[in-house]
Nanobody, 115 residues
Framework: QVQLVESGGGLVQPGGSLRLSCAAS????????MGWYRQAPGKQRELVAT???????NYADSVKGRFTISRDNAKNTVYLQMNSLKPEDTAVYYC?????????WGQGTQVTVSS
């Protein structure tokens, strides 16, 4: 059974930083493309960043230069370092694992950027 468990969300002031983690189990982590997506109230879920099994990364234009995705295959964990956070980054952030067009999702973690 696939489990993706996110952690690290919370309330942060504009300009602050947060680091999200996603611990995976029930999958061969190293062969999966891992990603972070987010969904703000009233909006569709959108891609934030992905990292392939070869560690190739892809970012949404809105987070380039501010967010960094990384993975630790020994710990079956993917991270999202978020710097220079803006109010528009407020959303529920979801972890995704993809292999052979099969998607698995975590339950999400809330990130709120507000003064």
């Amino acid at each position: 059974q696939v489990q993706l468990v996110e952690s690290g969300g919370g309330l942060v002031q504009p300009g602050g930083s947060l680091r999200l983690s996603c611990a995976a189990s029930g999958i061969i982590f190293s062969i999966h493309t891992m990603g972070w997506y987010r969904q703000a109230p009233g909006k569709q879920r959108e891609l934030v960043a992905t990292i392939s099994s070869a560690r190739n990364t892809n970012y949404a234009d809105s987070v380039k230069g501010r967010f960094t995705i990384s993975r630790d295959n020994a710990k079956n964990t993917v991270y999202l370092q978020m710097n220079s956070l803006k109010p528009e980054d407020t959303a529920v952030y979801y972890c995704n694992a993809r292999w052979a067009s099969i998607d698995s999702w975590g339950q999400g973690t809330q990130v709120t950027v507000s003064s």
